[in-house]
């Protein structure tokens, strides 16, 4: 799948952490506070992830992912995951910058990369 842009990437992962899935519904104003953005920037965002296949949300409705959206938020919040644990437990990083770090290495690191670095993780046993 194409890559989408960071902010949308974010708002597929914060729905994946808030437990949407093509048969779970959840707000958007959960979204919203999560993100800690607008409602009225959920529903711009939701534009672009229902254009995408990605999102469904009847008028003013509650949202679910379609399975590529699902597949797409579960990827990212793995890849977060994974870099947290790294920058964590193998470097040493404060909680709060690793998380930080995490998020903005998660979107810019590229698939090929990251499978690298996973399996490295993973042969670290961390």
Known sequence: MEKMSKSHEDYLEAMVELGATPDTPIR???VAAKMGVSKASVNK????????GLAEQPYYGDITLTEEGY???RSVLERHAMLYTFLTKALGIPEDRADEEACLMEHAISDESYEK????????NL
Not at 45 to 52: D, G, I, N, Q, S
Not at 117 to 124: C, G, M, T
């Open 117 to 124: 670095w996973f399996d490295f993780v993973r042969k670290l």
């Open 71 to 73: 597949e797409y938020g």
């Open 45 to 52: 965002a939701m534009t672009v992830l229902k254009e995408r």
């Open 28 to 30: 958007s104003v959960d």
